[in-house]
């Protein structure tokens, strides 16, 4: 690897490369449910446990003739999949899945450029996802107003949903990258506080379709060495995450072209690489084993994908089931369709949990085993939860934020070294309002802060933080 970085940190000093931040975005509520029901949306997966979410098929409402009086007359009745959440009343309908069920802010937001001149955006960075997308300047004024644009001057690079302009992420500039805008936006995404999202996985699951043919765009990343912006040896970026209860708000970084040297010689242990299965466009590799207290489940065959996009871990029933049944006071709570556990747990009686990547064990720190209180606050949500149906673990935050993650685009590898902080914090986050008549509901939503006041210097990069 010496070679390797003496060749990085000339490019670096080239090109004046810098750490891009990942900001902790301050109107994120954590909360295990909704962040779970996000998952069953984003990757469209038949839950295994009970609760009150779950898929549905329903008639398709097509046209101004309701269905039934074409049945009547011989129609054809068709069915969409549908999730959907089971009534309070017994007997009662299938209710609708709104905004409100979904976890739809982001954690951490990062800011990125677009444009000559450059024009200031706080974007998710996600692992998960192939898509370079940003609020249109097209959008109603009630729906942008809390929202950075991006202003085309002579729309002569914007065509329909997409255009092309020039990116600067972390020093790098990519020019004629894909960019698609959203002009029509729901409800999930109008609440959102960031400006727009940047796909890091590959592009074989970019949405961007002419017509109605696919035609997937180049990443950021995979645009970088189509273009030769970065050397063979550069073709990669790296994340740092950490938790919002060590303190550090802006502690989180990414970088694109280098990898933190300090940081693989911090954890004293060489990168460990795995090759990575990128057919179906995700960060996939082999994860064959889980471990409890040292005690071996295995998971034959198994693989996994690493994603930034996501904030909980999902993995196979056996290995949730047995990890729970290590934790004093774990219950399955169908209410809030996942394990919890009493909120006054100590660190001490916790598991020592580790997961496999490649054929080596990476531990994910204590204190991301509770993800967030409930709503009543007497338990933790477990960090990690079932994967249902899926055929696939999801390695998101939970596990992420215990490892320093080297995303080998050049290679297609994945690599990591350990990263655990000394001390581990259940310190449950300051209850917020719930509308319950307070007031402090309306105090939130008063306070609430812009992407725009997100993108000043002194939140991006405080004196007191430096990277």
Not at 183 to 210: M, W, Y
Not at 235 to 240: G, K, N, R, V, Y
Not at 248 to 260: L, M, P, R, V
């Amino acid at each position: 690897m010496d070679a390797i970085f003496a060749k990085q940190n000339e490019f670096k000093k080239d090109r004046g490369l810098t750490k891009v931040r990942a900001v902790l975005n301050p109107n994120y509520k954590p909360h295990g449910t909704k962040s779970y029901v996000r998952l069953l949306q984003k990757y469209n997966f038949e839950p295994t446990k009970s609760g009150p979410y779950f898929w549905f098929n329903r008639p398709k409402q097509r046209g101004l003739v309701p269905e039934k009086f074409k049945a009547a007359f011989g129609g054809h009745i068709t069915k969409e999949r549908a999730l959907v959440k089971a009534s309070s009343d017994p007997g009662g309908k299938h209710g609708e899945v709104t905004a409100e069920d979904s976890q739809n802010d982001m954690l951490y937001l990062c800011k990125i450029t677009v444009g000559t001149p450059p024009q200031t955006l706080m974007v998710d960075f996600d692992t998960g996802s192939a898509d370079f997308w940003m609020f249109s300047s097209s959008l109603s004024s009630s729906q942008e107003k809390d929202h950075n644009k991006i202003e085309y001057g002579d729309g002569s690079n914007a065509s329909g949903d997409c255009g092309t302009d020039t990116l600067s992420i972390g020093g790098l500039e990519v020019k004629k990258q894909t960019i698609e805008t959203a002009n029509k936006l729901s409800e999930q995404f109008v609440s959102n506080t960031g400006d727009g999202l940047l796909g890091l996985a590959f592009s074989t699951i970019n949405t961007v379709q002419d017509g109605n043919e696919a035609d997937p765009q180049a990443t950021p990343v995979e645009n970088m060495i189509k273009q030769d912006d970065i050397p063979e040896e550069a073709a990669l970026f790296t994340s740092a995450l950490y938790s919002s209860r060590d303190g550090a708000t802006s502690k989180s970084f990414y970088t694109f072209g280098f990898i933190d040297q300090d940081l693989v010689n911090s954890s004293e242990q060489a990168i460990h690489w795995v090759d990575v299965d990128n057919r179906d466009g995700f960060w996939s590799f082999s994860s064959e084993s889980a471990s409890i207290n040292g005690e071996l489940v295995p998971t034959s065959s198994n693989m996994a994908i690493a994603d930034t996009g996501t904030t909980l871990a999902l993995m196979s029933d056996d290995v949730v089931d047995a990890l729970y049944a290590q934790v004093p006071g774990a219950t399955y709570d169908w209410a809030n369709q996942g394990y919890v556990f009493p909120i006054n747990t100590a660190v001490d009686d916790l598991p020592e949990f580790e997961v496999a990547v490649g054929d080596k064990s990476f531990l994910i720190q204590k204190e991301d085993l509770a993800f967030a209180p409930t709503d009543d606050r007497k338990n933790w949500y477990g960090g990690v939860q079932s994967r249902g149906l899926l055929p696939f673990d999801i390695l998101g935050d939970t596990f992420l934020k215990s490892v320093y993650a080297i995303w080998d685009q050049g290679n297609v590898r994945f690599g990591l070294v350990p990263k655990i902080e000394k001390t581990q914090n259940l310190t449950p986050p300051a209850a917020t309002g719930t509308g319950t008549g307070t007031g402090k509901a309306d105090d939130d939503a008063k306070t609430k802060v812009t992407s725009v006041t997100m993108a000043a210097a002194d939140l991006i990069d405080p004196v007191s933080v430096p990277l």
